[in-house]
């Protein structure tokens, strides 16, 4: 199976013949946009400063150092990806506002991203957790911030990434949820698993 | 060495100490991920597990924190009555952690409440956390180093449950939580458990066990009978490595408990992600130390 790289600007047509479970890499720009940028756009109502159009956006806060020789240049030191599952409330209306094509993050999103996701055209991705030097290693250049007055975690990082991956397609186009598919899963084996360790724990005299 | 000099020994050191913490999980650890990485059998659990293994191998060859967020930064401090230094270790902890933001560096990630305002160096109030724990007639100092990240705090929860609720209603409420919040923490996890009669009680218990070696069981051989119970059966839920799905879901589980009022039983839950950057440095009288979590560590 040879490599599927997506190239930014994405279009509906590449992201809409994938599916969850498909492992997936990413050339072009990616930006950081977590909870403060999500607040600020929908909550707060300020335009954001970065167009995200075809675009991809990284739910992380990275460490970044600055580079002596270039000011206001930076470079990246560790970058993985956070909690996705905190932008469950905001994320429909961010894909539908900005028109981004693929969201990268940690662990599953809700029905609400699905919905976001099978309305607007977008996908969301996982990036392996706490693997932040690997992804370090991936960028190329971090090209620019904006609101750092977020603090360095919550600012937009405007990076350009190659191959970066490995991304396992968690959402697709078409409404299927593969960290939802698992829960379920994980939930009915719950039950049976509870009832063979309650049988054992009367400790009671 | 006089006091000044001590202090600043002992500042640097800590601050080398936590550097180091961010950047090498401790000996332990590494040995449970590799056991249970070569337990998998299917594509997804084996390339989630060759990304941990190259994170951890690049962490350590780039000398770079192995994962992004490296916390609020927590420190459990079990401190001899005797040590010379008892007096400088709180101001000596918030000092390091500012120069060990600098030096590793650490993601600033302490942010002020109500302010809204992140300190750029992790260090604000009540930040470093201390916990305290006193060593009588001891001249030397236990210093853990727990690194606190947003993602495997946020599955931590505590309640009271009523009596007749019993320890069904104690695994139940583990069960729940790591099978809502705990997928999405960045698994295979280590499951800390307290059980008490007061809810706080209960919730510092909890964190305090994950500072256990893996592999070591709670004092009460039904304690210990429980850990292995509720390890085996959230193993057999096969939550896998960053939640999709695997053999198994837990680094272990440990359990320390609180005698409980008769009418209370409290149940906090901490979890530990598979980074689990926890350290443990013994300093004595003369500022003499040594990496216990991390054999051989040069710090």
Known sequence: ?205 | MDRTQARNTFIDLIARFTDYSSKHLPDDVRTKLKELGDREDSQMAKIIYTAMFDDIKMADALNRPVCQDTGVIQYFVRVGTKFPLIDEIEDGLREAVKKATEIAPLRPNAVEVFDEKNTGNNVGTRIPWIDWEIMPNRDDVEIYCYMAGGGCSLPGTAKVLMPLEGYEGVVKFVFDQITSYGINACPPLLVGIGIAGSVEVAAKLSKKALLRPLGSHNSNPRGAELEARIEQGLNDLHIGPGGLSGRSSVMGVHIEQAARHPATIAVGLSTGCWAHRRALIRIDASMGYEVISHRGAKI
């Open chain 1, 1 to 205: 199976m040879s490599k599927i790289v997506l190239q930014t600007p994405i279009s509906d047509a590449d992201i809409e013949s994938l599916s969850v479970g498909d492992i997936i890499y990413l050339d072009g720009h990616l930006v950081t946009a977590r909870d403060d940028v999500h607040h600020r756009l929908l909550k707060q109502e300020r335009a954001l400063p970065v167009d995200l159009a075809g675009k991809a956006i990284f739910h992380a806060g990275p460490i970044m150092k600055k580079i002596q020789e270039k000011p206001g240049r930076y470079e990246v030191v560790s970058i993985g990806p956070t909690t996705s599952m905190r932008m469950e409330a905001y994320e429909k209306e961010f894909i539908r506002r900005t028109g981004l094509k693929l969201i990268v993050g940690k662990g599953g999103m809700g029905p609400q991203t699905t919905e976001g996701c099978r309305i607007y055209k977008a996908i969301h991705a996982v990036f392996p957790g706490g693997c932040a030097v690997l992804a370090a290693t991936c960028v190329e250049d971090v090209e620019s911030v904006e609101w750092l007055d977020l603090g360095m975690p919550e600012a937009m990082w405007i990076l350009r990434v190659k191959e970066f991956g490995p991304l396992i397609v968690s959402i697709d186009t078409k409404g299927n949820n593969l960290f939802e598919k698992n829960r379920r899963a994980f939930e009915a084996q719950k039950d049976v698993v509870l009832e063979e360790i309650c049988r054992h724990v009367d400790y009671f005299g």
